[in-house]
């Protein structure tokens, strides 16, 4: 019998950016933060942001809450992967970070709308992973931005008025969850993104790995 190669069975491979979208209200965050605390080669990506913190929400952590001055500034210095105004706030994904991190074989999550979800494709190519989080009823969804309680009604009905159009860019997405359960829409969000790890053109240390077990030689 051939000795065992002696290579970790850990292989290397190239980090992957997943981005989840959905109308403000149905969850992402709160899928995206149980992903976070349960997977420890998962990032989340910051953006910066014009908007007012809301109620909880921590600099540097939920947002970089920045001036209109210092996110121009940011446009201008070409320090965003992509940006784009939602309900007349500026969001913008801060570049640095994600390159760091995918070179690192580490992979990011992104809580982005849909024209961010399409100008990261841009960037990201084959390394982009997509879902979109639908609610399970409008009025549930409604039901969930009244809970949360962190917006005023005004606030909450131009969400309400946006999430139709929101909504109209599931198709775009691979994969497309109806977040009931937040356990069922975590479980198949943690099971997408094993797969996709698993993808061979991502496990850019296979070949090293196949080749000490004697194959192509
Ligand atoms: P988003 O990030 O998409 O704007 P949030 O994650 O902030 O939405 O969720 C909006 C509200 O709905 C929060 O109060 C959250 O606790 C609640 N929520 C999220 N997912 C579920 C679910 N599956 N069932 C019931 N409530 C949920
Ligand atoms: P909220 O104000 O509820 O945190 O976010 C409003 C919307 O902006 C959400 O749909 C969220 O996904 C989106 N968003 C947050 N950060 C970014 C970003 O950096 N780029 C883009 N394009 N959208 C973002």
Partial sequence: MSASPSVSPEIRRRGLMLVLSSPSGAGKSTI???LL???GNLTMSVSATTREARPGEVDGEHYYFVTRETFDQMVADDEFLEHATVFGNSY????????TAMEAGRDVLFDVDWQGAQEIQQ????????????PPSIEELER???????????VVRGRMDKATSEMSHWDAYEYVIINDEIEKSVSNVTAILASERLKRRRQN?????VRALGVGQ
Avoid at 92 to 99: D, N, R, S
């Fill in 37 to 39: 605390a349960n997977d």
């Fill in 32 to 34: 995206a933060r149980t």
């Fill in 205 to 209: 240390g296979l070949l090293g790995f």
């Fill in 123 to 134: 960037y990201a190519h084959d390394d982009l992973v997509s879902v979109f989080v639908l």
């Fill in 92 to 99: 913008g994904t801060p570049k640095a970070p994600v390159e």
């Fill in 144 to 154: 969930r931005l009244f809970n949360r309680a962190q917006d005023s009604e005004d």
